[in-house]
């Protein structure tokens, strides 16, 4: 049953949340692509990218690639969201906010065990949280819930969280699929130093084995809290790093269902009735961090000369074939904004720029040692010629790239930012000044400033409009360059059937079946 | 000398070499992966972490520390029998490397063999009719193969097999307990795309070797009796032929042990090798290290058996060492 859930509507003060609107939300979410009725039984095999990193949240905060599958179908939140800002109740049964909306009170689910066995109740909640919070473990996502002080027990089924200030953002907080921070564990396996590798949760899958870069293996929790769920019998997730093999995996009937955001698997796919298409639209974007505290970028004239010389839409359809979206800003909803101020291609003001700022500009551009991160290399090498501009592509792997940007030792490399239901925090970390996740280096006083009333304000179409005004600010500056936004496309074959993954979700398989 | 006496001194000899050969690549490998840009404070710590996060990843790690600190504590673990465990993901590296080595040992022996299916016959065909249109063209069959990169012909093999006719799996690995045939079957393609440029060296030194037995008069002796050609090339001729064949052989099972990293990316395969250039792009350095340290370790050993193999395919060589 759905309960009352908290959530603040708009200004001067908070509103509860009207029930029926949050019950007709979680039908919407419910509602299966494929009406047919579900049947039992079945083994899944999935291809994905990358293998899992951990189930940890201290070790790994960020879900990638497998890992993310696999802790959806074996972990669970407290609550998912509809995509609009409401939440769907899971473990979590309610969240209500007190009066000055500084306190939040999670009601939690009765009678859910972890598959060790492990009772799911506030132990649980307060004990994965305060892990979290605490200073201590250096929880690296904790930039992103900077306003939450604690979370303490207020019953074996109730749990309180503590706000330094009216914090919006909070709702998604409890129910993003960023992380793991939402997810949680048994206390006994995270106590015990096993969950990192063999993660225990209360999910519809019970974990059965990860043989790194080969499988994750998940078989069904007959104990499922939800009964009637999950509908098949296991699931194998296998890693397959190179496109061209994972293509091949899938269409040899090796696997049933890929994930891919190749032009030429796509196109393949796409045209192929044995296949169904889902695109999953992760939020954010993938940018060309330009390192603003050094010259010769650290004048905003060359930097506007970039923009105005950086074509994406070409770049896009030259480097991913159309595949991946076009991007004004990172927010996300790109007609909510309105116009950004995005700087569109102009040789004639990029030059005027670099004429005026008369000096010879010559930068070396980071990028990731892949077809695709030389492809950019070369397309911004050529485009910034036109200006006069000389850039030297200089490919290197992660770590490498990490290490140049955060020595600031870089002029222009390849990054992102993620995307989330509330892009709030998101943009406060890699905007504000004094963020030490700025990796730009951008400094803009009435962004700062713009930032923090955001952050406070208790109105959400205020924090709309002050996001996008941040946004218009940010392109008017040109710190960076778009390059896309996010999405990947999910192929499988007609047989299976899935839910329609919600806006900036994932897919969850959890609640697929097969023919 | 007593014989036994001499091949223990020998042996022993030949053992302290390769231990110190061990310890100088693994001090080697140490100090090329510490130059590598970047270290694993920044793969673990990815793409929303904060420059303070990456030093207390550092700190934590030990990586803050000198490298001979490093390197020191690293292999005082090693000798205890601890190779550590991954910083990426937790897995323990003897448990990594141990769980990968059924993959790697299958393909570089399924490799092997057909390798050698393909270079015996061919040696002796070449070396039996040097010079003539039969061992041209097994020449020029031989270095077109090798000419074709082994990315080339893997996915070539997929296409056709996999694709196309859908006689054999794309990828992966089937383990052994999930049926004999399903995993050879796993095995085909790659080992097969292995063997294509294995067998060509193979081939050359035998033909080679082998023209030159023919020329032997004991050769000469066994013909002159009227022994069938194929006794005389398989029984009289092959075994001395052998000894560059095994050499090469050696080397390349030796290189094998460390997997065959394009053809285990390509066919996903869950090798050593697969391993190794995952944790080199992560700064996985205990893992990086741990399968130096087995590579190494597997290289020289196969090196000392393939000198244990020459006193016991040629006499001379035995009666050599121990004439001093």
Redesign the interface.
Known sequence: MIGALGKIKHSNGIRWIVPIALLVAAALICAPIHAAEPKYGGTLRYAGELDARGFDAIKTPVLLGNGALTALAVMEKLFETDGDGGLIPVLGLSATPSPDGKTWTVKLRRGVKFHDGTPFNADAVVKHWGRLLDPENRYRGRSLMKPILSVEKTGDYEVRFLLKHVWLPFIDTLSNSRGLTTLIPSPKAVEDGVHHRAPVGTGPFVFKEWKTADRIVVVKNPDYWQKGKPYLDKIVLKPISDHETRYATLASGQVDMMLTERPGHVKKLSGDPKYTTTILDIGGVVYLALNNSKPPLDDPRVRRALAHAWDQKKYIKACTGDVMPYAEHWLGDERSCGDVGYRRPDLEKARALIAEYGKPVELEYIHSATNRGRETGLIVQQLFKKIGVKVNPRPLDFPGIMKQIFGRKFDIASFMVGGSNDMGPVTMAFLHSKSPWNVNRYVNEEVDELLLEQRMSDDPEFRRKTLCAIAKKVNFDAPFLYLFGRSYRIFYKTDIHMKAPKKYGRIRLADAWMD | MNPIKFHMKYFGKKLLRLFAIVLAVSALTFLMVDL?????A?????????????E?IREELGLNRNIFVRYAAWISEVLRGNLGE?Y????RVSA?IV?RLPVTIELLLVSQVFALLLAIPAGIAGAYKAETGVDKSLSSAAFAMMSIPIFVSS?VL??FF??KL?WL?????TPLSEGLWANVRSFILPATSIAMVECVPLMRVLRTDMIATLQEDYILMARSKGLPALHVLFRHALRPSSLTLVTILGIQIGHLIGGALIVE????L?GVG??LI?AI???DYNIVQGCILFITVGYVSVNFVVDFLYSVLDPRIRMEKADG
């Open positions: 590598l840009p970047g270290d694993a920044y793969e673990i710590a990815g793409e929303e972490a904060s420059l303070s996060d990456i207390a991954s990426n993901n937790g897995e990594a769980s996915l997929i296409y996999a694709l859908r799996p794309a990828t992966g690995y990316i390509i066919f996903a869950p697969r391993l995952g792009y992560g700064r």
